[in-house]
């Protein structure tokens, strides 16, 4: 997307405005295993919405120590906070997407 002149251009990875702080509870992943599940990620061939093929047990990473850069460098934010407490992965997928509007 090309940003035209005079407009903003949201922020994904900001929390909006009226949006409540996130929780203490959640300033850390807590390894729920959302953001391995819903987006796709190019670098792993990982499709939208399906968990990651290294993703095990525990929702923990299996290949931790070699996982890509994308995943290296990913951070958590407030939609952690969103959708950690959630009961099941399948749900805390969905919440992701939805946020993302994918
Ligand atoms: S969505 Fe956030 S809390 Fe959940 S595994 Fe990813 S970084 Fe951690
Ligand atoms: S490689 Fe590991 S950290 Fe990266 S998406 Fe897959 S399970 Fe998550």
């Known amino acids: ?3 035209v ?8 990875f900001t929390a909006p405005d ?3 702080p996130r929780s203490v509870w959640q300033r850390d992943c807590t ?3 959302a953001c391995c599940t819903a987006p796709d ?10 968990p990651c093929v ?3 047990a525990g929702c ?3 290949v931790y120590a070699s996982r890509p850069a994308v995943c290296r460098n990913y951070r958590p934010d407030w939609v952690c906070g ?7 992965l399948e749900a805390r997928a969905a919440r992701f997407l939805e946020i993302y509007g994918l």
Do not use: F
């Open 31 to 33: 390894v729920c295993g």
């Open 5 to 12: 002149e005079g407009e903003t251009v949201p922020d994904l």
């Open 41 to 50: 990620i190019a670098a792993l061939a990982k499709p939208l919405g399906t």
């Open 82 to 88: 969103e959708v950690a407490p959630l009961p099941t």
């Open 54 to 56: 290294n993703l095990g």
């Open 60 to 62: 923990l990473c299996t």
């Open 18 to 20: 009226d949006y409540p």
């Open 1 to 3: 997307m090309t940003a």
